[in-house]
């Protein structure tokens, strides 16, 4: 019998941090390629000191009721943890750890991908070219919206927000605003190029470009909905690399079935992977299936982030970053 703790990854890991993972814990994977059931969640909170959820993993608070449960600790695979009820795993004494700042700069990437793709209009003129459609260069082909020097709106100012304004600000000239929760002093937004407006509604109403990167869940359920989205400009652009429930996924159906904004690209979905029929059959959306975090580099740090995360807990030390 191994005195290492037992570990349980739910979906498999890049192949250099499973083997990190090896060396310290007793460790079990899941091999495979769905995620398991809640059934599964409940009986592996019952059977692991660790369990290393995903986003693809729901843990409501009825998984961790009950009592009878074995882990210590989970080691959420990613920063955002909506998908965790983080006090029921408080209450059943339960640790919780995210990765925060190394997918910062490969989210913010995938932002600035849908942002050039949707106005560029890069996803409709491939799907031309592939089908053989293209029937040659004409002054009024497929025109999209100028990017340089517009106005770029973010919603939730924390490190992808930041890293996302700077790409604008300095990469493409735009002007940036931002709402944030929390004030942020003026001067450290203006290291990324970018000034705080008072409230959502003042963000939507002068921004080309709306792109999203508070966490989901809680308040934040569809901050953009159709009142909202009836305030952004006729000819803007939505982006989200956040979470799908920040959107009210039919109001923004709706919107760009109607005009009311331009276009969307989005990277996340109100319930991944099952993305409305009526919005794969629009031509002014860029879809993305959860891309945000994906470059071997950062699916890399992302599990060693984990993996320190876990190892400080069972050696008794302050998990550098818990959240519960
Ligand atoms: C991750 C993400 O790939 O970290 C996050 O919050 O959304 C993604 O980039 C995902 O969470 C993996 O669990």
Redesign the pocket.
């Known amino acids: 019998m191994s005195s290492k703790p037992r570990i349980l990854l739910t979906r498999r890991w890049p192949a250099a941090v499973e083997q990190v993972l090896a060396e310290r814990f007793d460790v079990t994977l899941n091999e495979g390629d769905v995620p398991l059931t809640a059934a599964e969640l409940a009986e592996a909170l019952r059977t692991y000191d660790a369990v290393l959820p995903?986003?693809?993993d729901r843990l409501p608070a009825d998984l961790f009721a009950g009592g009878g449960l074995r882990a210590k600790i989970l080691g959420?695979?990613?920063?955002?943890y909506n998908h965790i009820d983080v006090a029921a795993a408080k209450a059943a004494d339960i640790v919780v750890t995210n990765?925060p700042g190394v997918?910062t700069d490969c989210?913010a990437d995938i932002a600035m991908t849908l942002l050039l793709a949707v106005a560029r209009r890069a996803g409709e003129g491939e799907r031309q070219v592939r089908a053989g459609e293209w029937s040659g260069w004409r002054p009024t082909h497929m025109i999209g919206g100028k990017i340089t020097g517009k106005t770029l709106g973010i919603i939730g100012f924390g490190r992808i927000g930041k890293a996302m304004a700077k790409r604008c600000h300095f990469g493409f000239d735009m002007d940036v605003v931002f709402y944030n929760r929390s004030r942020i002093d003026p001067a450290e937004a203006s290291r990324y190029g970018a000034r705080q407006l008072d409230t959502v509604e003042d963000v939507l109403k002068v921004a080309d470009f709306v792109s999203l990167h508070c966490p989901g869940g809680g308040e934040n359920r569809h901050l953009i909905n159709a009142e909202r989205l009836a305030l952004m400009k006729k000819g803007a652009y939505l982006v989200n690399t956040a979470?799908g429930d920040v959107i009210d996924e039919p109001a923004l159906i709706a919107a760009l079935e109607n005009g009311v904004i331009r276009g969307a690209g989005l990277d996340?979905f109100e319930a991944e992977p099952n993305v409305p029929e009526r919005l794969r059959g629009l031509e002014n959306v860029v879809l993305l299936p959860?891309l945000?975090?994906?470059t071997e580099e950062t699916r890399v740090a992302?599990g060693m982030k984990v993996a320190d995360n876990i190892t400080a807990f069972f050696d008794g030390r302050e998990p550098p970053d818990r959240v519960a």
């Open positions: 995903t986003v693809s959420n695979y990613g920063v955002g990765t997918l989210t979470r996340v959860h945000g975090s994906a992302m």
